[in-house]
C-alpha cells in the first residue's frame, strides 16, 4: 500500500510539475508578423507566384498550423519600396522582401550576398550559403544592426538588358542612362555609364520617355510584363552581371529570437522551398516568353560581342579588387566568396562545362 502512495504521489507531482509549463506555453503561443517587399503589387517571383514572398507567407502558416501569420504588403502599400530596411531594423514591420545590393549604401559587403559579377551561378551561390560559409558571413555582417537574413529565392542567370540603340564595342556605353544595381552598376560607372538605381515599376516610363538609355531587370517573363520591349528593341545577354540573383528575408533580430525553436525551423524550411521553387519558375517560364519576345514583338536577342564581355571582366575585377580594399568588411566577404569560387570554379570545369559542350 505504502509503494502505491508513494508511486502515485510521485506521478502526480510530475504531472503537476512547472518545468513543463513553459514549453507547453511556448508551443501554443502564436504570432501575428507584417512582411514589407521592395517591388510591386503583382509582381511575379517578385510579390505573387511559386516560390514568391506571399507564397512563402502561406507556406509559414500552412506549416505551423496557424501560429505563426504573416501579412505581406507590397512596395507602396505600407512603406515606399526601397524602405524595407529601414522599417525592419526599427521594428516597424518585422520582415522585408527584397535584395541585398539594395543596401549597399549602408552596408557595400551585402552586395555579396545577392550576386556578383563574373561570380557564382544557381548552384554555386546556394552552394556558398548553405554549406560554404556564406549565412554565417551575412549572420555576422547583419547582427550589429540587429537584423538576420537568409536566402528566399532566386531568379537563376539574368540578361543583360535593354538598350534603345545596338552595342557593338565598349565606347558604346560611354554616356548610356543606364537603370542597373548592384556591383554592376560599379563596374558600368567606371565605363562612363550614368548609373541609375530605380524601383521596378518605374523602368519602363523612364525608358520609354528618354530618360534611360538602357536597363537591367530581370529576365524575359518577368521583363515582358513590364512592357520593356515597347520601349527599346535591342535584347542583350551573357549573364555577366548577375549569373544569379538570390532573394533576401530580412527578419528584425529580436523578432526572430522571440519565435519558439519549431517556428524558427519553419521559417528558414519554407524559406529554403522558395528559393527552390522560385528558380525552377523561372526556369520553366524565360524560354517561351523569349520566343514569344522575338516572333512577336520584333526584338533582337543577341549576346555581348566578346571583346566587350572581355573589357568587362577586366574592369570587374579592379572594381571588386577596389571595393575590398576600401572597407573591411567587404574584404572579407570578398575574399571569402572568391576563394569558395575558386574552388567551385574546378569542380564545375569538370562536370557541368564538358557536358554543355557536348549537350549544346
Same mark, same amino acid.
Given at each position: 500500500m505504502q509503494r502505491r502512495k508513494f508511486l502515485k504521489g510521485g506521478l502526480m507531482a510530475a504531472a503537476a510539475a512547472p518545468l513543463a509549463a513553459p514549453s507547453i506555453a511556448r508551443a501554443q503561443e502564436s504570432f501575428s508578423w507584417k512582411m514589407t517587399n521592395a517591388y510591386g503589387p503583382g509582381s511575379p517571383f517578385y510579390v505573387e507566384g511559386p516560390g514568391s514572398p506571399t507564397d512563402f507567407c502561406k507556406k509559414v502558416e500552412a506549416m505551423s498550423g496557424g501560429r505563426l501569420k504573416i501579412q505581406h504588403f507590397a512596395a507602396g502599400e505600407l512603406i515606399p519600396a526601397l524602405e524595407g530596411f529601414d522599417a525592419v531594423r526599427s521594428g516597424t514591420v518585422e520582415m522585408n522582401a527584397a535584395n541585398a545590393y539594395f543596401w549597399a549604401g549602408k552596408m557595400p559587403a551585402a552586395q555579396?550576398?545577392?550576386?556578383?559579377?563574373?561570380?557564382?551561378?544557381?548552384?554555386?551561390?546556394?552552394?556558398?550559403?548553405?554549406?560554404?560559409?556564406?549565412?554565417?558571413?551575412? +549572420?555576422?555582417?547583419?547582427?550589429?544592426?540587429?537584423?538576420?537574413? %537568409?536566402? %528566399?529565392?532566386?531568379?537563376?542567370?539574368? %540578361?543583360?538588358?535593354?538598350?534603345?540603340?545596338?552595342?557593338?564595342?565598349?565606347? +558604346?556605353?560611354? +554616356?548610356?542612362? %543606364?537603370?542597373?544595381?548592384?556591383?554592376?552598376?560599379?563596374?558600368?560607372?567606371?565605363?562612363?555609364?550614368?548609373?541609375?538605381?530605380?524601383?521596378?515599376?518605374?523602368?519602363?516610363p523612364a525608358l520609354e520617355r528618354g530618360v534611360i538609355d538602357a536597363a537591367e531587370f530581370v529576365g524575359p517573363y518577368q521583363d515582358r510584363r513590364l512592357g520593356l520591349q515597347n520601349a527599346a528593341k535591342y535584347y542583350y545577354t551573357t549573364g555577366w552581371h548577375e549569373p544569379s540573383n538570390a532573394t533576401e528575408l530580412l527578419v528584425n533580430k529580436a523578432a526572430w529570437e522571440s519565435l519558439p525553436a519549431d517556428l524558427q525551423a519553419i521559417v528558414q524550411s519554407a524559406a529554403m522551398a522558395c528559393n527552390l521553387e522560385s528558380h525552377t519558375w523561372c526556369e520553366a517560364n524565360n524560354a517561351a516568353a523569349l520566343v514569344d519576345l522575338v516572333e512577336n514583338y520584333g526584338v533582337t536577342a543577341?549576346?555581348?560581342?566578346? +571583346?566587350?564581355?572581355?573589357?568587362?571582366?577586366?574592369?570587374?575585377?579592379?572594381?571588386?579588387?577596389?571595393?575590398?580594399?576600401?572597407?573591411p568588411a567587404t574584404k572579407k566577404v570578398h575574399d571569402a566568396f572568391m576563394a569558395f569560387k575558386k574552388e567551385h570554379d574546378m569542380w564545375s570545369q569538370i562536370s557541368e562545362k564538358p557536358y554543355h559542350m557536348m549537350a549544346g
Open positions: 555579396y550576398f545577392t550576386t556578383v559579377p563574373f561570380g557564382l551561378n544557381f548552384q554555386g551561390m546556394n552552394a556558398w550559403l548553405y554549406h560554404g560559409g556564406g549565412q554565417q558571413l551575412w +549572420d555576422e555582417l547583419y547582427e550589429p544592426l540587429g537584423l538576420k537574413a %537568409m536566402p %528566399m529565392g532566386n531568379t537563376g542567370v539574368q %540578361m543583360t538588358g535593354w538598350f534603345r540603340e545596338p552595342i557593338t564595342k565598349i565606347e +558604346d556605353f560611354q +554616356d548610356l542612362k %543606364m537603370r542597373i544595381p548592384g556591383l554592376a552598376g560599379k563596374v558600368y560607372a567606371q565605363l562612363g555609364v550614368d548609373v541609375k538605381l530605380l524601383p521596378g515599376g518605374e523602368i519602363f543577341d549576346v555581348l560581342p566578346a +571583346d566587350v564581355v572581355t573589357k568587362l571582366k577586366e574592369v570587374t575585377l579592379e572594381t571588386l579588387a577596389a571595393g575590398a580594399e576600401a572597407d
